[in-house]
């Protein structure tokens, strides 16, 4: 069985991704940043020390590694920070590399993901990307705080619809894309069934927590200047501003079937999985 190495394992998609390797039967090597973030890390996989801006911890996390999937943490949204790590990786003998991308961004030049698919387009390695529409966990996470406190989703995406896909379910996609033959070269986009307006995100919202949560719908701007408020890195809130603006300007609203012919079964809906996680937004 080849072992796979899995970037982010402690975080909300490499986690899933290493899990459903895991119960396939395939063995793990978690990347891991930070000294104590093996405890996120699902029960066994085997972690290992690894930064992109380190090239010293390369060599020991790509031992007797033959698959990879590869994630860009939030905070690096220079593509040319990965370059190192590709020529790394195709010198140790990498055979398939599943990159997560972003939907769009085969042909959204301004996001982090469309020039490191062209650098992993122009290595030797097999490449397969992932390309998700927007995680249902961005609601439980990034903007957790300003739905349970403030009842309101602050995202300058306008009246664009956008569809949801839950980063279980990309989990799930990858662990197949790494596992089943057919898929180098392949760019899918995966997407949730349904494209909801953030107004209509608000309601879902509203029915899983019992309360009025509401969608003032921000301008780009007033959205980068609260951000910046409330502490968060210029690199992040100019990524997370190119993000939004494909859904602002209708570019989100798509939706295929690639994630049920990958994995056999229709994607989780968001208000199933609101209603699931709920508890995240209780004051």
């Known amino acids: ?81 990965f370059r190192p790590f590709i020529d790394a990786m195709a010198s140790a003998g990498v055979r398939q590399v599943v990159f997560l991308s972003v939907q769009g961004a085969g042909r959204n030049i301004f996001v982090p993901h469309h020039r490191i698919e062209t650098l992993l387009k122009r290595s030797v390695l097999a490449w397969t990307f ?16 300003e739905i349970r406190d403030r009842d309101r989703i602050f995202v300058p995406a306008g009246s664009g619809r956008t569809n949801f896909i839950d980063a279980a379910d990309v989990g799930e996609a990858a662990a197949v894309c ?69 859904a602002r300007f209708g570019m989100a609203a798509g939706t295929t079937d690639v994630f049920e012919q990958l994995v056999g079964r229709p994607p989780r809906t968001l208000a199933r999985w609101a209603e699931e996680n709920a508890a995240c937004w209780a004051r």
Do not use: W
């Open 178 to 246: 790494l596992t089943t033959p057919g898929h180098d070269r392949a760019a899918y986009e995966i997407t949730g069934s349904e494209a909801l307006t953030y107004a209509e995100v608000a309601t879902v919202l509203s029915a899983a927590c019992g309360r009025p949560i509401t969608y003032p719908s921000p301008s780009a701007r007033r959205f980068r200047a609260h951000m910046r408020r409330s502490g968060c890195d210029d690199g992040l809130v100019k990524v997370m501003g190119s993000i939004y603006a494909i």
């Open 130 to 145: 992932l390309r998700p529409s927007f995680f249902m966990q961005n609601l439980s996470t990034t903007h957790r705080d």
């Open 1 to 81: 069985m080849s072992l796979v190495l899995v970037t982010g394992a402690a975080g909300t998609v490499g986690a899933e991704v290493a899990t459903r390797l895991l119960s396939r039967g395939m063995p793990v090597r978690a990347a891991v940043r930070r000294a104590g973030s093996e405890r996120a890390i699902p029960a066994g996989a085997t972690p290992v020390a690894f930064d992109f801006e380190d090239p010293a911890t390369f060599a020991p996390a790509l031992d007797g590694v033959e698959r990879v999937f590869l994630m860009r943490p939030p905070h690096l949204s220079d593509a040319a920070v």
